[in-house]
């Protein structure tokens, strides 16, 4: 499940060697030129990190950052500002608006890959190796094992990322679409309706300790994981 970043930026040099650079380290990138294609793109399957340009045709960055601040569905997206201002004051200025970095032109591929980990580490519940825990339900994503409460469940490889996805973003409502993306993959034709058998599949994997309970059914919306 590789992360979405979204690239905002107008100058097309720039623009390919970011998402050339993204893409060698396993992201998947989208652009956006100015601030009406950077809005438009901020859209289901929601990028995990943006990196936004400061100065835009049609505006600035700071107006991106802005906006997405005030929407509920956009406002937990981290930010890392691309810019050639180097000054102290700008920083500061891209940080109080939302932004959680910032890059000053020029910069190494290597500098802005290390500061997008550092970012994504920051904001994610946990790291895609990380063995994850939640009341007796275990997973291992590198050795890809699920066990609950010490003994071993065993399960097929989609339910196996369906419950890695769920685990690792607890407490929020996923569409079915959205399962398909994150899950799935965006190059993948599958009907909506699979999500609901793998759902189904998932549950009675991890149904001996009464985990099942821990992924809900939200009418009309989704599904979630979640401890309450």
């Known amino acids: 499940m590789s992360r979405r970043v979204l690239v905002v930026e107008d100058e097309a040099p720039i623009r390919d060697m970011l998402c050339f650079v993204l893409e060698q380290n396993g992201y998947q990138a989208a652009t956006a030129e100015d601030v009406d294609q950077a809005m438009d793109s901020l859209i289901e399957p929601y990028p995990d990190l ?59 591929p290597k500098e802005l890959m290390a500061r997008i980990k550092a970012v994504i580490r920051r904001v994610s519940p946990t790291s895609l190796d990380d063995v994850i825990e939640v009341q007796g339900l275990r997973l291992d994503p590198v050795a890809h094992r699920v066990s609950a409460n010490d003994e071993a469940l065993d399960m097929g490889p989609t339910e196996f990322r369906l419950l890695h996805f769920f685990m690792t973003h607890p407490e929020r409502v996923y569409s079915r679409e959205q399962l398909l993306d994150h899950v799935w993959g965006t190059n ?23 985990h099942d309970r821990l992924i809900q059914t939200v009418r009309g919306s989704g599904y979630r994981f979640s401890l309450k």
């Open 50 to 108: 943006v990196l936004l340009d400061w100065m835009l045709p049609g505006g600035s960055g700071i107006q991106i950052a802005k906006k997405m601040k005030q929407h509920e569905l956009t406002r937990q997206i981290p930010i890392i500002m691309i810019t050639a201002r180097g000054e102290e004051e700008d920083k500061v200025k891209g940080l109080e608006v939302g932004a959680d970095d910032y890059v000053t032109k020029p910069f190494s």
């Open 188 to 210: 993948v034709y599958v009907e909506d309706r699979t999500v609901d058998v793998h759902i189904r599949r998932l549950r009675k994997a991890i149904s001996p300790a009464g």
